[in-house]
């Protein structure tokens, strides 16, 4: 198994421009979340999902959209990048419940110039 | 807003001391959970407790909680060079909503 698999690995914006990160597992994992991580913050959540068609907002959500289409996938995107979210950026999922194990992505460090 | 807040923020230690660390929350848990995140690397799971357990064991890892002192402790044991990396806990917030982590602390075992 691939576990999490988040692209792209790194990622230069330029203000005001989109993008989406992707993330996706194949452990038929019905929960997953974004966070972000900054130095001094650990981890913040932005968004999440308990499964397919079903997302909320965590506690830092301004300037991010997700949609959960499928069990499969949940991509984070950034509507008008501002230097603020310049981060490394982490998806994680859980099996049944939140308070199971998390597994995580390897992360997508994003830079905003 | 951090519900767990680790402590030292860093800890450096030679290799074979046993390393531990603490994490104090605010609200009552169901779990709390400890993570390990090597430098550049997504965070992995180490161990979780559950509100009614005291202790647990994996490994090199003890975990203890306390419910009453809203607080835990990581133990890891004989330490190695590897074990380098920063560490958080994590707690769950109310049902169906995800984990909230700790700042974490940064472990250096020097060789």
């Known amino acids: 198994n691939a576990g999490v698999t988040q692209t792209p690995k790194f990622q230069v914006l330029k203000t005001g421009q989109s993008m989406t990160l992707q993330c996706a597992q194949d452990?038929?994992?019905?929960?997953m979340s974004w966070y972000r991580q900054d130095p001094g913050m650990g981890l913040r959540l932005i968004h999440y999902?308990?499964?397919?068609?079903?997302?909320d907002q965590g506690e830092v959500p301004n300037g991010y959209n997700v949609s959960r289409s499928t069990t499969e996938d949940f991509p984070l995107r950034l509507l008008s990048a501002a230097p603020s979210q310049t981060s490394v950026y982490f998806c994680?999922?859980?099996?049944?419940?939140?308070?199971?194990?998390?597994?995580f992505g390897s992360g997508t460090r994003l830079t905003v110039v | 807003s951090q519900q767990g807040e680790e402590d030292p923020q860093a800890l450096s230690i030679q290799e074979g001391e046993n390393a531990t660390m603490n994490c104090s929350y605010k609200?009552?848990?169901?779990?709390l959970q400890w993570y390990r995140q090597n430098s550049g690397r997504g965070l992995v799971h180490l161990i979780l407790?559950?509100?009614?357990?005291r202790e647990k064991h994996s490994g090199r890892l003890r975990v203890t909680l306390d419910t009453s002192k809203k607080s835990s402790s990581l133990l890891i044991t004989a330490s190695r060079a590897a074990d380098t990396a920063s560490y958080f806990c994590?707690?769950?917030?109310?049902?169906?909503?995800?984990?909230?982590f700790g700042k974490g602390t940064r472990l250096s075992v020097i060789a």
């Open positions: 994680a999922s859980s099996y049944r419940e939140f308070n199971y194990g998390y597994t």
């Open positions: 452990m038929n994992h019905e929960y």
């Open positions: 999902s308990v499964g397919a068609g079903i997302t």
């Open positions: 609200t009552s848990i169901n779990n």
């Open positions: 407790i559950r509100s009614n357990e």
């Open positions: 994590a707690t769950d917030a109310p049902r169906n909503t995800p984990l909230v």
